[in-house]
Every structure is written in structure tokens, then in C-alpha cells.
């Protein structure tokens, strides 16, 4: 059969269609696609891909395994080291990470490995096979937070055999995947079913449950808890701080998608949570969450620009993501940065002042630095501001947990990549070590952390 250069396509909502709706816009492969792509992959003897998985999944083995139609076998290999791999197969950088170190990308296109594991999870969810759970029997362990790094740590401890209670302060389990990214890019739905296999295995899920005031870490070991995972995530938003920013119409972008995703705003007044967008709205920032916010507003039914302060080729949001951006009409203004938003005597938001940059030379972070261009200043009429500049781990934990260590950034200090903290018995891992990163990685760190957690809980015992 001739070597087939590029992708199997992915077929999506039309973009005229979806910017007036919620649904997901990539539609998923058919299992004929999935054959079809499925075959592209080179069986390599050295497969280099499985080195770009932060939760080690045996890539060629499942991809084999679809070759072979034993679908069945595929998704068992998947859930070996991914316990969320409907979610992963949507939302995972994969262009930077498994397919990034793909041999057939070196000169085409690499193999779709995400779209390929997308299409084994959905296959698996949609025949709602039930899961056995598995007897606990080597003592209790505590995770706090229900996003990635939680509900993999969680996951993979319960499968090991210990009793898992995942605390969570939201009302619904999964962190960022349900209050961060929208509908459109990963519904609900595939979250509460990945969330439904993990309780399955026997984890249980305590919800509206603040660990920092509800009860303390300390107050977990008191209740019989051997170890405990932090996994709490960033989840406090920055600003700017230029003059401007505490006007009506200004969110943060934290608060814009938890309002309309996790609280449902885009169905008010079905849900009881209104969200003020005006006719144009401007998006700070040049990540995911920037192209999230932007897309979400625009759904809303407002004009959505993003302002960034370097070019295009320097933006951190996946190419997928700011094509699908594009497509839907989002209107993008580079090298802009804004020095102020300006309001009305009701202290509503009517404009935001910008001024334009040049790229300097590359700073700490590899990327040349944005410079403001004296005198360049303008002023584009906006309703809505939406910052996206990125999030802080969450205090609360380390606030009320004072042996534990934590840096100037106000994330936990661990001893080395399984997460041991400066505390006896407590783990951490995730964006509240790391800051904000990827959902794959967090996944990673829940992965090592409870190995990690297995063995000291194993010598501890035969000490």
C-alpha cells in the first residue's frame, strides 16, 4: 500500500454553523478514518513517540492493535498508563509532545496519535462497559483536587490497591477540564463519563469539600489518611495592574470561563448565572486560554479581538486552536500591548488604550522580548475585557499547611520530580508545583506522584 503524507483529515463543525452553538467542533474520526490512519503508522523498531507521553502510553502497541481491529485490546493498552484518554485525545498538545518525536513526521506529516487515541476512548465509553473495582487492601491515601494530576493520581493509587477519597471544593469533579476549557473543545459529558471510570475502580469522590477550611492536611493524617497528594492547581488569576482594570466589563479569564462553562451562563436564564458581553470584546494574551475566552465570546454573540504583545509566530496556544480561532472570525492584533482601559462616569468599560511593540532580543523564556514603541499609542472601543495573562497555583493549601515549602511564586517546593514535598507523607504535583502547564502534564506528575506515594507507604511499613 503507498505511504499516505498526510493526516487523515479530522472532520469539523462548519464554522459558520458552530460560532452559533456549544457543540464540539471537532467531530471525531469514523472507524474507517481511524483504519485509514491507523495504517500510516511505521512500526518502527525504535518508537521515539513514546518518549513525547508524559503518562508513558505504549503508542505503536494500541495503534497496532487498531490495525488489527482488536479494539477491545487497543483501549486495554491505552488504560494501562492513561486513565483519561477520551479527554487526552482532545485536548493534549500533541504536536509538541508523542507526535512532535514521530518518524514519519520527519518528512510528512506525523501519524494522528491523538485523533487515533480519541477515537479508541470514544469507542470504549459509547459500549458503557462496566468496570470491576478493585479490593483496597494497603491502607488510605487523600488527594486533593479533582483535575488531572488528581483524578490520575487517584486513579492509578486505587488501582494499586489502596482506598482513595478525592477532595474536590467544586460541585463537579475534573478542575480545569470542567471550569477552563468550553463545550466546544471538550464537552462535559466526556468528562463526567472519564470522571464515572475512575469512581468505578473504587475511588471515592468527596465534593464541596475545601481542604485548607473544611479540614486541613494535618487534619486528614488525624483521620487516618497515610499520605496525601496536592493537586489544586493554579487558580488564581493575574492582572495587568495598569489603571482601569477594576472597571464593569472587565473579567479575568478564569472567571469568564468558569462562569460559562462549569456555571452554564451560556444557557441563561436556564442557569441562574448571567455573563455581561457586549458588542466587541478584547482578549489580553496569546495562550489556549486567551483562544478560549475569544472563541466563547464570540458564541456569545460579540465582535472577539485577541492583543497580543509579540507576532504571531511567538503566541503558546496550539496552531489547531488558533486556526479554528481564525476560522470562526476572531480578529487578532499583534505586537499591542495595553496600557489602560477606560471607562465611563458609570464605571463601565467603553475603550481599552493600547500601544504598539517591536522584538527585541530573546528573553529567559527563548522568545524575543516585546518593546514598547514610544508614542504609538491607540484607542479601539471595546465593552468587554477579558485577561488571559495566565494563572497563580492556589494558596490555600500552603497557607494552612506551614511546613510545607513553598517558593517566592507561591508554588510548592518538592524534592524531586515524584512530588515529595517538605512534609512527611505529602506529595504535590501538577500546576500547583509547576504553574500553569498542560493538562498531559499534570497527568504525569499525578502518574510518578503515586508511585512515589506506593513506595513510601511500602517502606514504611517493612521499616
Known amino acids: 500500500m503507498p505511504l499516505k503524507p498526510n493526516k487523515t483529515p479530522m472532520p469539523v463543525q462548519d464554522s459558520k454553523e458552530r460560532i452559533k452553538n456549544f457543540n464540539e467542533v471537532a467531530l471525531g474520526y469514523s472507524e474507517a478514518d481511524a483504519l485509514k490512519e491507523a495504517e500510516r503508522c511505521l512500526n518502527c523498531k525504535k518508537p521515539l513517540c513514546k518518549q513525547g507521553c508524559p503518562v508513558e502510553v505504549p503508542i505503536p502497541e494500541f495503534i497496532q492493535a487498531i490495525k488489527e481491529k482488536d479494539y477491545e485490546k487497543a483501549i486495554e493498552i491505552l ?237 503558546p496556544a496550539r496552531l489547531e486552536e488558533i486556526h479554528h480561532a481564525k476560522e470562526e472570525g476572531v480578529k487578532f492584533k499583534f505586537l499591542a500591548n495595553p496600557v489602560e482601559i477606560i471607562g465611563n462616569e458609570k464605571g463601565e468599560v467603553i475603550a481599552i488604550k493600547c500601544i504598539d511593540m517591536e522584538l527585541g532580543e530573546p528573553d529567559e523564556s527563548g522568545r524575543r522580548r516585546p518593546i514598547p514603541k514610544e508614542g504609538s499609542e491607540w484607542v479601539m472601543e471595546v465593552d468587554n475585557v477579558i485577561i488571559a495573562i495566565g494563572n497563580s497555583p492556589n494558596p490555600l493549601v500552603p497557607r494552612t499547611t506551614p511546613d510545607i515549602e513553598t517558593t517566592k511564586w507561591g508554588t510548592i517546593v518538592v524534592k524531586n520530580e515524584d512530588g515529595e514535598t517538605t512534609k512527611e507523607g505529602v506529595f504535590a504535583g501538577g500546576d500547583i508545583v509547576t504553574g500553569a502547564a498542560t493538562v498531559i502534564e499534570a497527568m504525569g506528575a499525578g502518574k510518578r506522584a503515586a508511585r512515589a506515594i506506593d513506595q513510601y507507604l511500602t517502606n514504611k511499613k517493612i521499616m
Open 79 to 315: 488504560k494501562s498508563k492513561n486513565n483519561l484518554p477520551a479527554i487526552c485525545g482532545r485536548v493534549c498538545p500533541q504536536e509538541n509532545q508523542c507526535e512532535k518525536y514521530c518518524v514519519m513526521g520527519k518528512k510528512h506529516e506525523p501519524v494522528a496519535i491523538g485523533r487515533l487515541e480519541r477515537w479508541v476512548a470514544d469507542w470504549d465509553l459509547n459500549r458503557k462497559k462496566e468496570v470491576k473495582s478493585i479490593e483496597a487492601t494497603k491502607g488510605k491515601v487523600a488527594v486533593v483536587g479533582a483535575g488531572p494530576a488528581g483524578l490520575t493520581a487517584a486513579a492509578d493509587l486505587a488501582k494499586m490497591g489502596y482506598k482513595v477519597t478525592v477532595f474536590e471544593a467544586f460541585h463537579k469533579a475534573g478542575g480545569v477540564l470542567v471550569y477552563g476549557i468550553p463545550e466546544f473543545r471538550l464537552p462535559k459529558e466526556i468528562v463526567k463519563r472519564e470522571v464515572e471510570y475512575i469512581k468505578q475502580l473504587g475511588v471515592e469522590l468527596k465534593l464541596n469539600f475545601i481542604i485548607g477550611k473544611t479540614k486541613t492536611i494535618d487534619e486528614l493524617f488525624e483521620d487516618g489518611y497515610e499520605a496525601v497528594f496536592i493537586a489544586t492547581g493554579a487558580g488564581l488569576p493575574r492582572f495587568m495592574n495598569i489603571p482601569g482594570e477594576n472597571l464593569n466589563g472587565v473579567y479575568s479569564a478564569n472567571e469568564f470561563l468558569t462562569r460559562v462553562n462549569l456555571m452554564k451562563a451560556y444557557r441563561f436564564p436556564e442557569y441562574k448565572t448571567p455573563i455581561r458581553v457586549g458588542k466587541r470584546v478584547a482578549v489580553i494574551g496569546g495562550g489556549n486560554v486567551a483562544m478560549d475566552a475569544a472563541r466563547t465570546a464570540l458564541r456569545l454573540g460579540a465582535e472577539s479581538y485577541v492583543i497580543y504583545r509579540r507576532s504571531e509566530k511567538e503566541m
